[in-house]
DNA sequence: TCATCATAACTTGTTGCCAAGCTAGTGAAT
DNA sequence: ATTCACTAGCTTGGCAACAAGTTATGATGA
């Protein structure tokens, strides 16, 4: 059994944030003086550091120190349900806000179409909306939709802030869907930027669909992002 | 915005593994060769292999190179449901095994007692179970009980493989329970050891109860710590 | 007394160098 | 021809030395 250092040193100050030894903004034992009080290499301690601020647990300044960032507010959210995410979150009482961040046409993506019932030759556009909390972004979340449904999708995509309204709009009243599918992932590049969060953040990662009830037509596939450092989740117990 | 060339190559590499540039134990281009290609300090590309090792995505060997490891085998779960963890597992086909690794008094612990509904002076009891498949841990699965409820829990727990089973022994019957929570975190030194996974494995946490519906009675408090490369998770649409 | 500057002593950030391990090739000894 | 030991050249592993940024302190001079 190798015992590794690093992550022996990351888990004591991860277990010491935890029980809250330190104050927001309060300055962290700096790295010699953790390399002493361990006995081991500076750039073990540091390396602990360094992952401890990609989780962001901490921030550091060159010349200062490292010092204990803000913890992200946990929200509460109920995983499936029909209804809508912003309904769910100005119901619980957030200042919730929510930017439609573009429309694209997507290149060919076999599960997407498949999901969608179209042929590869149909055209399918991405509309994605950022989900904010305080104005610091929490999800990203992807609509999938095919134009030979909504042939307009191409110029109205880019406003649309609810995609049910727009289902209405078009003549759709009654949805359900399929269950829901779970995974978990980390932030692409462009995904951090985005979510603006740091690289060991995981993204808990729903992906779902939207069907019309009446005609058991496919209308959307969709794929939410969620940054799993800002979210507790429930699930009903059926 | 500062670019990090670090992040940048473990991104690429990330991609071309999911697309299937390489084989299973397949080499990687060396450190010395990317650092090349990439114009960075070869100390940029080695801390992107060391990443992709603790995500579980490649193996190394000092003197012969980095190569990539066989992927786990993803599971389909079903999350929620009173249907227990091995029923699941043995009727969608999986060579699955159980095995109990221990039952421990547990020291206070506010949250768990509440939602036991114990006093601070009872005794709780952790049993806990690995779960494996093809002899692979995969979950670990903590079940709290109170000695209240079951007086002979301190010598019974260390045998019990089916907590199911022990509650109708003991002439409970009908059982129900309340929403599930959901959380993901990453492994501590104990889980990676008990999981046999890198520390770079998000681990999901599912936390619920266990209620006799005859008495409403909290019969036990479940902590399940899933393994997140190893499972692709459902959710019952309603 | 007060403002200014140089400096020393800390902090975090960067990277080059050497060690350790593996392998294939070389050539001497059998 | 076969075996063995050595070596050169690759690989990853480890870390010390240096760079850069910040701050407090104290000497200097108006």
């Known amino acids: ?50 992952k401890l601020e990609e989780m ?61 019932q179209v042929s590869p030759e149909d055209e399918v556009f991405k509309i994605s909306r950022l989900r904010m909390i305080d104005g610091k972004p929490i999800a990203l979340h992807s609509s999938f939709v095919a134009k030979s449904i909504f042939p307009n999708i191409e110029q109205d995509g880019s406003r649309l802030s609810s995609m049910f309204a727009y289902y209405r709009e078009n003549g759709w009243t009654e949805f359900t869907s399929s269950d829901s599918h779970l995974s978990i992932s980390f932030p692409t590049s462009e995904e951090r930027s985005i979510l603006q969060c740091p690289s060991l953040i995981p993204l808990l990662i729903v992906e779902s669909d939207c069907i019309a009830a009446s005609q058991h037509k496919v209308l959307e596939y969709t794929k939410i992002i969620y940054r799993s450092d800002s979210f507790t989740y429930k699930i009903p117990s059926e």
């Open 1 to 50: 059994m190798k015992l590794d250092v690093e992550l022996m040193i990351l888990d004591e100050l991860i277990q010491e944030i935890v029980q809250g030894k330190y104050q927001v903004n309060e300055q962290f034992p700096s790295e010699n003086e953790l390399s002493q009080k361990y006995n081991v290499p500076r750039i073990k301690v540091r390396n602990a550091f360094l």
């Open 56 to 116: 962001g647990y901490i921030y550091s300044q060159q010349g200062k120190g490292r010092y204990l960032k803000d913890k992200q507010l946990k929200i509460k959210l109920h995983l499936t349900g029909a209804q809508s995410f912003t309904e769910k979150m100005t119901e619980a009482g957030y200042a919730f806000e929510s930017k439609n961040i573009g429309c694209e046409k997507i290149t060919y993506h076999p599960r997407i179409y498949s999901i969608l």
